[in-house]
């Protein structure tokens, strides 16, 4: 696969099981008003967010979710990236991103 065909994956994951958010937040010292970036990228397919991790350098946090009655369903692997890792991230994927 090419570097370019890589992006373009995951682009797709971005835009299929992706969230892009900006969320305000105030600091106790202060009181200031801060806005805090981040894209996260969540799944029960392992392999896909591995390769978003590592391609952009973040790790790979997973989790038992439950189902509808209760129980414990399938693992969840999730890719959190925040701050200036979404700027890096969105210009490699933008030309590729097509929903978001």
Same mark, same amino acid.
């Given at each position: 696969m090419t570097d370019k065909e890589i992006l373009a994956y995951l682009a797709g994951l971005v835009d299929g099981e992706g969230s892009i958010n900006i969320t305000q937040y105030k600091i106790q010292s202060n009181k200031k008003v801060r806005w805090r970036p981040s894209i996260k990228v969540c799944m029960t397919d #392992?392999?896909?967010i591995e390769l978003f991790g590592k391609t952009f350098g973040f790790n790979v946090?997973?989790?038992?979710y439950k189902n509808n009655?209760? #129980?414990y369903g399938r693992i /969840?692997?999730?890719c959190d990236a925040a701050w200036h890792g979404c700027?890096?991230?969105l #210009?490699? /994927? /933008?030309p590729y991103l097509i929903i978001k």
């Open positions: #392992k392999e896909g946090s997973q989790r038992h009655y209760g #129980k /969840l692997y999730t700027e890096r991230i #210009k490699a /994927l /933008l």
